[in-house]
């Protein structure tokens, strides 16, 4: 395995393996940038295949980090963590105490999070052992325990605002009314978002893997339920990605109907030729890392105590990608690779220093945060 041969090693700064005997703790800690900040980036939990699969999804997944940050305009940089394993049966309080503490011996380099596979119980365990996690605070009334904040509605409201712009730059108005979309992928995300387009009377279609989930969607909102191979190819006028990555591939791709591409989940084209081929057929595919950064943005404020700014920040969704579409259109290039060269352009334009200063404040506030 040649690791710095590695065709999704983008220029990362770091990449550790995490392996802990007494608990069976195998993971990952993936740095892509932190030119603006250290990095963040959810826990995810997955049985991979193989461990070369494990090493490609964070590399990606970070770097993919880096760019939501920088378009979001945050003070932070990209990073991921990965536990291998079955999140249904292969987890215990020593593995994510274990976990806790490779986090914390990176001293604020990278700051975790919630992510597929984890929730905010995993998350409190390894808070148990570092102030570096983003979503989980000390309860402030001082009666003991943790306060967990729930990113998923900040994320899908995001993607909300994302589609409504797709919509405006593709029909000349925002209405979802009427509109057909099919989500793939209804866990918490996919859920609040069929609400918030079932409100505004868009018509749904839902797949996932989770029949109670899928259930779920289709009591509450209406949903029509669909196989989870198959959504991809409905005639609707909006396909949103909620579940895990590269649902778009060399085989999906091809087959598409809807003009929109527009949800919460990561990688959403398994690779970037796929981005290029869609914005030539006339697909609208709004860059997952900026459509979705809603949950970001609300952990970020809630971390730096910037709760009033929250609303304004989260409108710079749909003002970058209004901003995107236009210079794609200009340009001829995939909204994704605009995307990209915007938050490239941003890394470039920030001093080296930067995130010294950012650092030491960061590690302070952290170590306030620890029981």
């Given at each position: ?15 550790a393996?995490?392996n802990d005997r ?15 900040g ?6 995810r ?7 070369q ?5 964070a ?27 079955d ?5 215990s309080t020593?593995k994510?105490?274990?976990?806790g ?12 999070a ?12 390894i808070?148990?052992?570092t102030?570096?996690v983003?979503g989980v ?8 325990g ?8 900040a994320?899908a ?10 919509l405006?730059e ?19 995300v996919?859920y609040?978002l069929c609400?918030?387009l ?5 018509r ?13 969607a ?10 989870n ?6 005639d609707?006028?909006v396909f949103?990605?909620c579940?895990?990555?590269q ?5 999906t ?8 591409v527009?949800g919460s ?9 796929i981005?290029?081929?869609?914005h ?5 595919l709004?860059?997952?890392f900026?459509i979705?950064a809603g949950?970001l943005?609300d952990l970020a ?11 304004l920040?989260?409108?710079?969704i749909?003002d970058?990608?209004?901003?995107i579409?236009?210079?794609a ?18 890394l470039?334009?920030?001093?080296s220093?930067?995130?010294t200063?950012?650092?030491n404040?960061?590690r302070g ?7």
């Amino acid at each position: 395995m040649k690791i710095f041969d590695n065709p999704h090693d983008n220029q990362h700064e770091y990449l550790a393996f995490c392996n802990d005997r007494d608990s069976g703790l195998r993971a990952i800690i993936a740095i892509h940038n932190t030119t603006l900040g250290p990095a963040v980036g959810g826990c995810r939990m997955f049985n991979y295949a193989t461990e070369q699969d494990a090493i490609d999804d964070a590399l990606q997944l970070s770097e993919a980090m880096t760019y939501k940050a920088a378009m979001a305009n945050l003070p932070y940089g990209g990073g991921k963590s990965i536990i291998i394993g079955d999140p249904s049966c292969d987890k215990s309080t020593a593995k994510f105490h274990a976990m806790g503490d490779f986090i914390e011996r990176l001293q604020g380099a990278y700051i975790s999070a919630e992510d597929a596979g984890t929730n905010g119980h995993d998350l409190t365990l390894i808070r148990q052992r570092t102030g570096y996690v983003f979503g989980v605070r000390p309860d402030p009334l001082g009666f003991g325990g943790y306060r967990k904040a729930n990113p998923s509605p900040a994320t899908a409201y995001g993607v909300y605002l994302g589609i409504k712009q797709a919509l405006q730059e593709q029909r000349g108005s925002d209405s979802l009314s009427g509109i057909r979309v099919a989500i793939q992928g209804v866990g918490n995300v996919g859920y609040a978002l069929c609400k918030l387009l079932h409100t505004d009377g868009a018509r749904l279609w839902a797949s996932d893997t989770n029949p109670k989930q899928l259930q779920r969607a289709s009591l509450g909102f209406g949903a029509m339920a669909v196989d989870n191979e198959e959504i991809h190819r409905l005639d609707v006028d909006v396909f949103a990605p909620c579940a895990m990555g590269q649902s778009l591939n060399h085989h999906t791709a091809p087959q598409l109907l809807a003009r929109i591409v527009a949800g919460s989940a990561n990688n959403q084209c398994s690779h970037i030729e796929i981005a290029e081929r869609l914005h030539q057929r006339g697909v609208l595919l709004c860059p997952d890392f900026v459509i979705n950064a809603g949950g970001l943005i609300d952990l970020a404020h809630d971390f730096d105590g910037r709760r009033h700014d929250f609303s304004l920040s989260l409108q710079r969704i749909p003002d970058n990608l209004a901003e995107i579409f236009t210079a794609a259109k200009q340009q001829n290039l995939s909204p994704v690779i605009i995307a990209q060269n915007l938050a490239l352009q941003r890394l470039q334009s920030i001093p080296s220093s930067h995130f010294t200063h950012h650092l030491n404040s960061l590690r302070g506030s952290a170590m306030s945060y620890l029981p």
